[in-house]
């Protein structure tokens, strides 16, 4: 019978080590992501599905309303998706609820901006500034016309608040969505920069060993190759192995 390659506790060895490797390999990536190029990977796709929610987010936040979503991105998932939330919600305005109603495709444009304009109380606003510039004297009644602009909600029909209550429903589902699909294209891009990693390490590994051989520096890219995928499971497949081998050995 011819005699192994190795033995099952040299194979449990290799797969612990290996995964060691992919560990740290990981480790290093994800302590880099306060990097921008590493940190904002996926957050292309996170803007791109948003899509015309972009709008009331920048009216909410400013102009800087990019640059505070990329530093959120790199932070706390759960602080995005709330900064994301609340940022659709104040930023929605008779000016861009039809473009966002639009773009969402399950609202009706036109009802959604007439719901917001008396919510946010747009219309009585406008009223006023005419009355205003035509010299109009404000009457004891536009005092209340004053405090109903500042406080709409009070004016709204049923059918109105339905609407912008299925606005924020879409809008949530949009930004989940969103969220999800940039943090599983971020995930692919840390593993992608771990690989990479692991391999570096195990080359460097590899050229200061003697002696230097072509099949040490394969083995070396093998390994690291193989490193990110192992990590989760090595000891569990190193246990497997070896648990494998036991039962083998008993039967013969």
């Known amino acids: ?6 033995s099952s506790s040299e194979i449990a060895s290799f797969v612990l080590a290996a995964g060691a490797l992919g560990t740290a390999a990981y480790g290093v990536v994800e302590a880099s992501k306060y990097f921008a190029a590493i940190g904002e990977a996926g957050y292309p ?27 959120q991105y790199r932070g706390d998932q759960r602080a ?3 900064l994301l939330r609340q940022g659709v919600r104040i930023g929605l305005c008779g000016d861009n609820a039809q473009s966002v109603a639009r773009d969402l495709a399950s609202v009706d444009p036109e009802s959604l901006a007439r719901a917001i304009r008396v919510a946010t109380g747009e219309d009585e606003r406008a009223t006023a500034q ?19 602009a500042r406080d709409g909600s009070t004016q709204l029909t049923d059918a109105q608040r339905s609407i912008i209550a299925r606005y924020e429903l879409a809008a949530d589902a949009r930004i989940d969505a969103a969220i999800t699909l940039a943090q599983a294209r971020y995930a692919g891009a840390l593993r992608l920069l771990a690989s990479a990693a692991a391999v570096a390490i195990a080359l460097i590994v ?20 193989g490193a990110v995928p192992l990590a989760p499971i090595a000891k569990d497949l190193a246990s497997g192995i070896q648990a494998a081998a036991r039962a083998l050995k008993a039967r013969a």
Do not use: C, F, H, K
């Open 45 to 71: 796709s996170l803007t791109g599905v948003l899509g015309g929610l972009m709008g009331p987010l920048r009216t909410a936040y400013g102009a800087n309303a990019d640059a505070l979503l990329r530093a």
């Open 1 to 6: 019978m011819p005699a192994p390659i190795a």
């Open 206 to 225: 590899a050229s200061v060993a003697t002696p230097r051989t072509t099949n040490d520096y394969a083995l070396a890219v093998l390994i690291g190759v």
């Open 80 to 82: 995005l998706t709330r």
């Open 130 to 148: 005419l009355q205003r510039d035509a010299g109009g004297e404000e009457s004891e009644g536009g005092s209340g016309n004053a405090s109903a």
